[in-house]
């Protein structure tokens, strides 16, 4: 059975914003970092609505801001490379990798899943 139309207050229309690159990656962290999309991320904002309190956690507890901006502009990055090569259907071996020695540092920093959790 198909999805119920929506009525015309429902609908969402389209709104093209003109930015810079280091101004999309900038509001595309804070997006991130509030667990939103970037369309709702600018949403919110725009209506002056409360966001949500960050919803991911530390890399590591205690982990030094600068370490996990630095972190998230590797992975913006890296997005930005995957999306090229896609886009020209080449797979470049600096990729894989950068890729490789990304995944080697954040073994080095996040804990393996339920290292935290102890029985009792």
Do not use: C, W
């Not at 999309?24 to 919110?44: Q, T």
Request: net charge neutral; proline share 6%; aromatic share 2%.
């Amino acid at each position: 059975m198909a999805r119920p139309a929506k009525s015309d207050t429902e609908k969402r229309r389209v709104t093209s914003v003109r930015l810079s690159p280091v101004e999309h990656d900038a509001l595309l962290s804070r997006a991130s970092v509030s667990g939103l999309s970037l369309s709702e991320y600018l949403r919110l904002a725009g209506l002056h609505r409360p966001l949500p309190a960050t919803v991911r956690a530390p890399v590591v507890a205690g982990a030094s801001f600068e370490l996990v901006e630095q972190l998230r502009r590797v992975g913006v990055n890296l997005n930005q490379l995957t999306r090229l090569s896609h886009i020209d259907a080449v797979h470049h071996a600096e990729l894989a990798s950068t890729l490789d020695d990304l995944r080697g540092v954040l073994a080095l920093l996040m804990p393996p899943a339920g290292a935290g959790d102890t029985e009792h």
